[in-house]
C-alpha cells in the first residue's frame, strides 16, 4: 500500500515550452502533496505544498506564476513548469500525505527534466 | 522556521560494523522525525520514524533514538551490508503548515565489502 506514481519519469523538452508533471497516489487519498525539487548530491528542497480543492502554498523563492500547481482531486496533483529554461532542469520529486494520517509521507520516482 | 543540520555528509564503514548519523534540529514543537533512504536516481523511501513521546524505536538492523532536550536524534544501522550504501536523509516536522518536513543536508553511506 502507500504507493505513489509520477509521469513522467524523464522529459526534454526545449526552451520556452511547458511542462506538465503528474503525482498521483495510487491505492489511498491524499488530501496533501508536496513537490520537492533536488539538485544533484543534494537534499531535497520544499518548492510547495499542494491542498486538494485549494490553491497551493509556495516556499519563499519560489515563483507561482513559474511553477503552476494543481490538485484537482484527492489522487492527483499535477505541477506546471512554464517557460521553461535550462536552470529549471533537475530532479523534481513529489509526495504525498495518507488522508488521516497526519505524518507520513511517500515519495513518488520522481521527473528528470531537462531544458535544453 | 525549523531548521535540520545532519552530520556527517559521508560515512564509510567495513561490511558488518555499524553506522551512526545524527541530525539536530532547532524548532522545540518539531513532534515527528523520519529517516529516508535514496539510492541512486531512485525515491527516498522511509525506513523508520519516531513521534517526540518515543525515545527509541528498533526495526531489525536499524534503530532511532531521540532526545528533546538536546534536540537531537539518531539513526543507527547495525551488521551493514552492502545494499545499506545510500544516501540517508533525516526529517522533522511540527505538524504546522501542513505538516512538511523539512530535510537534513543527508549522508552518503558507503559500505566496503
Known amino acids: 500500500g502507500a504507493v505513489v506514481s509520477q509521469h513522467p519519469s524523464r522529459v526534454i523538452c526545449k526552451s520556452g515550452t511547458s511542462v506538465k508533471i503528474e503525482c498521483r497516489s495510487l491505492?489511498?487519498?491524499?488530501?496533501?502533496m508536496f513537490w520537492y525539487r533536488q539538485f544533484p548530491k543534494k537534499s531535497l528542497m520544499l518548492m510547495a505544498t499542494s491542498n486538494e480543492g485549494s490553491k497551493a502554498t509556495y516556499e519563499q523563492g519560489v515563483e507561482k506564476d513559474k511553477f503552476l500547481i494543481n490538485h484537482a482531486s484527492l489522487t492527483l496533483s499535477t505541477l506546471t513548469v512554464t517557460s521553461a529554461h535550462p536552470e529549471d532542469s533537475s530532479f523534481y520529486i513529489c509526495s504525498a500525505r495518507v488522508a488521516g494520517n497526519t505524518d507520513t509521507q511517500y515519495f513518488g520516482p520522481g521527473t528528470r527534466l531537462t531544458v535544453l | 522556521g525549523e531548521n535540520v543540520e545532519q552530520h556527517p555528509s559521508t560515512l564509510s564503514v567495513q561490511e558488518g560494523d555499524s553506522a551512526v548519523i545524527k541530525c539536530t534540529y532547532s524548532d522545540s514543537a518539531s513532534n515527528y522525525f523520519p529517516w529516508y533512504k535514496q539510492e541512486l536516481g531512485k525515491r527516498p523511501q522511509l525506513i523508520i520514524d519516531?513521534?517526540?513521546?518515543?525515545g527509541e524505536k528498533k526495526d531489525q538492523r536499524i534503530a532511532v533514538t531521540l532526545n528533546k532536550t538536546a534536540k537531537h536524534f539518531s539513526l543507527h544501522i547495525t551488521e551493514t551490508q552492502p545494499e545499506d550504501s545510500a544516501v540517508y536523509f533525516c526529517?522533522?516536522?511540527?505538524?504546522?503548515?501542513?505538516?512538511?518536513?523539512?530535510f537534513g543536508g543527508g549522508t552518503r553511506v558507503l559500505v566496503k565489502p
Open positions: 519516531i513521534r517526540s513521546n518515543v
Open positions: 526529517a522533522a516536522t511540527n505538524g504546522a503548515a501542513g505538516n512538511k518536513l523539512t
Open positions: 491505492d489511498f487519498q491524499a488530501t496533501t
